[in-house]
């Protein structure tokens, strides 16, 4: 339970349906005085307060469970080990990976429970299992489950995934939940500022490198450290004078070993092929072959149609169509078109584009 509305009506659901449902609120920092205050994160004391009143509406046990240090290791040192590698990470897909559905699963089942509910925007079919795109597209969270084993899918309860926010809004109200009115949470839970190149020059410190033209090798500038930039990236370039054509810069390319930042025009941006290492199967096994889906690269956004060949050390996924500013270190996640909700095959972390 997060403290927000969507974990809050997932929970009611869950005892509406009958189950034997414990509500559980994770404190994922290890000095909790310095999350953000408010709504904008998901992990505040305000948040754990707003988590234990609705727990007390519905009349279930509440528990915080501190996993402050498996979340630094596996997600926060994960997320500046990457960016200091030049990649552009995704710390919640990571924590649903490493945290909610493996630390967390882990210990429940230990505990004998049969699951872990969420307030994800997701539907599942545990049995198959068969996870889905939610009713609500613009709600849409299973990119960033579309890490999870088949094995955690059988342990997992997504409530609110069939239906769109508003009306889980409306539900909250008529249940008298006070978050029913609650904004969403955004930013990075873990960066308290929301200043996230600011906590990785705390982090990284100052390790200096240039700015040089893709095409043609020119020196434009200079930077403090490759981890202060990602690919797609046009502003605070630190370019020092305009291009010849007058048209803006965009990061084409980092080389985190020798410190260079590759910039060019937009239409260099676009790629065709993708490939990723590490990939993880929603059946449990790699589908037999070049297999076509539909490849996404963002939590909303950049999706195409493509042509996904798995490998002994990855996969490589042919794009039909271009998609613009793909960056090492995303995931992209597979999906197969069906009427009833497109279908999550799997997914793999990027680690090179052309």
């Given at each position: ?41 998901c ?14 509406l519905l ?14 290791r ?10 200091a ?12 990976e490493k945290?909610?559905?493996?630390a ?21 079919d ?11 597209a ?17 342990h ?5 995934g069939d239906?769109?926010?508003p009306?889980?809004?409306a539900?909250?109200?008529r ?6 009115g ?31 033209d ?44 020798s ?11 676009d ?22 889906c539909?490849?996404?690269?963002r939590?909303?956004?950049?999706i195409?149609?493509?042509e ?5 050390d ?8 271009p ?18 909700g ?9 680690t090179?584009?052309?």
């Open positions: 339970m997060s403290g927000g509305v969507d974990s809050a009506v997932a929970a009611a659901r869950a005892v509406a349906a009958g189950h034997d449902v414990v509500g559980v609120h994770l404190a994922l920092s290890r000095t909790r005085d310095a999350m953000r205050s408010g709504s904008r994160g992990c505040s004391k305000e948040d754990s307060a707003d988590a234990a009143r609705t727990a007390d009349g279930i046990p509440y528990y915080v469970w501190d996993l402050s240090e498996e979340f630094t596996d997600v926060v040192d994960d997320f500046v080990a990457a960016y590698a030049g990649e552009t990470p995704n710390p919640c897909l990571r924590c649903n945290i909610k559905f493996a967390v699963l882990d210990k429940a089942l230990a505990l004998g429970f049969d699951a872990v509910c969420t307030g994800h925007y997701a539907r599942l545990p049995t198959v299992p068969e996870l889905r795109r939610s009713a609500d613009g709600k849409d969270q299973s990119y960033v489950l579309a890490v999870l084993r088949a094995d955690q899918l059988r997992a309860m997504f409530p609110v239906t769109p926010k009306q889980i809004r539900e909250a109200q249940l008298g939940l006070r978050v029913a609650k904004p969403d949470s955004h930013d990075i839970c873990f960066i308290p500022t929301g200043d996230t190149q600011g906590f990785l020059r705390e982090q990284l410190g100052s390790s200096p490198g240039e700015v040089v893709s095409a043609s090798g020119e020196v434009l500038g200079t930077h403090d450290g490759v981890h202060g930039f990602t690919v797609g990236q046009r502003k605070g370039l630190g370019i020092d004078r305009p291009a010849a054509d007058g048209r803006p810069r965009y990061v084409l390319g980092i080389e985190p070993v410190g260079t930042v590759r910039v060019g025009p937009d239409s260099a941006l790629v065709t092929t993708i490939s990723a290492r590490t990939p993880v199967w929603t059946s449990g096994a790699a589908p037999e072959g070049p297999f076509a539909v490849a996404q690269v939590a909303h956004g950049g195409a149609p493509a996904v060949t798995p490998s002994a990855g996969v490589t996924v042919t794009l039909t169509e998609l613009r500013g793909v960056a090492p270190g995303q995931a992209v996640a597979f999906y197969r078109p069906s009427e009833a497109d279908i999550v095959l799997g997914s793999a972390t990027v090179a584009t052309t």
